[in-house]
């Protein structure tokens, strides 16, 4: 997140209840003030405090709570009020940038999917900048009041300082400083984030992972990369929270990656470098079919699912480098779930079970017996990714006080 410095003792204090408070409100809502009171363990003084400048900003607003069966007068409630409050939800991807306004309940007002060249004259932070000014002049009609940016790409990222120090793809990017340069040019608060960390943080609070304490989520895409959650939280959200699995070398004779060393993870279990070695082993296997149709992921998969030997043995191949590292995370972590989010999931009665036996054969056994392998609700495309960054900073209390504050 690129803000102000951070708050003093007090100050912190407040935001934490702050943020505490409207949480119980956007889960629980409409909720009455004597239960906000009781699950936040706040004094009622504090909890009338917090609520009327959260009604000042229109942040929340009061409606009848008539409980079943009661005859008596209604009680008041309180909810939170979202459709005044816009952001901008941004991702980077290979060749290709998707911009959305949402409000406030993450509900998406308009989005747009644009062409982002991996090489241009321009540097991307330039093109990044144009984009977003020419969306906010394309939906101005649509705008309300903008809160924060998000942002979610693939990279070697600083959380904290939001400098992106590489990008897979975009070879001009060095150290760009993409978080300060937008606070800067909108005024607004801007967070960044890796789009796997940023996944697994939706997953958590919208999706398949939503009240498990301790989640390992494994992305197997164009990146290859891991969040965990552990005791509710993103593990390091303050810095560099991608637990990088795929830079960890498997081949140190292999090939060539972005991050300069050689043989990683991502070199092999990528969507690109799985097409790559697929096209190469069908020279070696004419019988397959593969040959009937152009090679994509989605062919691959179904030809997988068909019984194909050939695709079989790629796709548990992919199963079994991944389960490897996933092997030692479990032993690390003991998580309850383990989420994959792939392409390949589309072959996952091949996929899952790949990488559930590598898991159990060489994990602790009190650990991945009760470790479920399962598919995550969502997929790493469009901006719902960066909804999970604006709702736990309101969560937080970091860009409630900016709200509360004016």
Not at 352 to 361: G, L, T
Request: aromatic share 4%; net charge negative; with cysteine.
């Amino acid at each position: 997140m690129v803000a102000d410095s951070q708050p003093g003792h007090i100050d912190q204090i407040k935001q934490t209840n702050a943020g505490a408070v409207y949480r119980l409100i956007d889960q629980l809502g409409p909720v009455s003030r004597i239960d906000l009171s009781r699950l936040a363990q706040l004094a009622p003084a504090s909890i009338t405090k917090i609520v009327r400048e959260m009604l000042e900003a229109h942040l929340v607003q009061e409606t009848e709570i008539q409980d079943p069966g009661s005859r008596g007068r209604p009680a008041v409630g309180l909810m939170v009020e979202t459709e005044a409050w816009h952001y901008l939800a941004l991702r980077v991807s290979r060749g290709e940038i998707h911009l959305a306004l949402r409000d406030l309940s993450s509900k998406l007002v308009v989005e747009e999917r644009l062409e982002l060249a991996l090489q241009d004259a321009q540097p991307l932070l330039h093109r990044i900048i144009t984009h977003i000014d020419q969306f906010f002049i394309r939906h101005q009609g649509k705008l309300e009041r903008l809160t924060a940016i998000a942002i979610t790409l693939p990279g070697i990222i600083d959380t904290e300082s939001g400098i992106i120090h590489r990008m897979p793809f975009y070879e001009d990017v060095k150290d760009m400083p993409l978080g300060e340069t937008l606070a800067a040019h909108t005024g607004v608060p801007v967070y960044i984030q890796h789009d796997i960390s940023a996944w697994t943080m939706a997953e958590a609070l919208f999706g398949a992972s939503r009240g498990a304490r301790d989640v390992i989520q494994v992305v197997i895409d164009h990146n290859v990369g891991a969040g965990v959650i552990t005791d509710g939280r993103l593990l390091h959200a303050g810095s560099s929270s991608l637990v990088e699995i795929g830079h960890t070398q498997v081949d140190p004779y292999g090939k060539r990656c972005y991050c300069g060393n050689h043989g990683c993870l991502e070199t092999i279990a990528s969507v690109e470098s799985v097409l790559e070695l697929a096209q190469v082993r069908m020279n070696q296997s004419m019988s397959s079919m593969l040959h009937q149709q152009p090679l994509t992921v989605e062919s691959l998969c179904l030809a997988a699912v068909k019984g194909d030997l050939l695709a079989k043995d790629i796709i548990t191949s992919v199963g079994t480098n991944v389960g490897r590292i996933l092997a030692i995370m479990v032993n690390l972590f003991n998580p309850q779930k383990i989420l994959i989010g792939s392409p390949f999931n589309q072959a996952a009665e091949i996929l899952f079970p790949a990488i559930s036996d590598c898991i159990r054969q060489q994990s602790l056994p009190a650990y991945s017996k009760h470790t479920a392998v399962e598919q995550t609700q969502f997929s790493n495309r469009g901006t719902m990714a960066g909804a999970a960054l604006v709702k736990d900073a309101l969560y937080n209390g970091t860009l409630l006080i900016r709200l509360l504050q004016g």
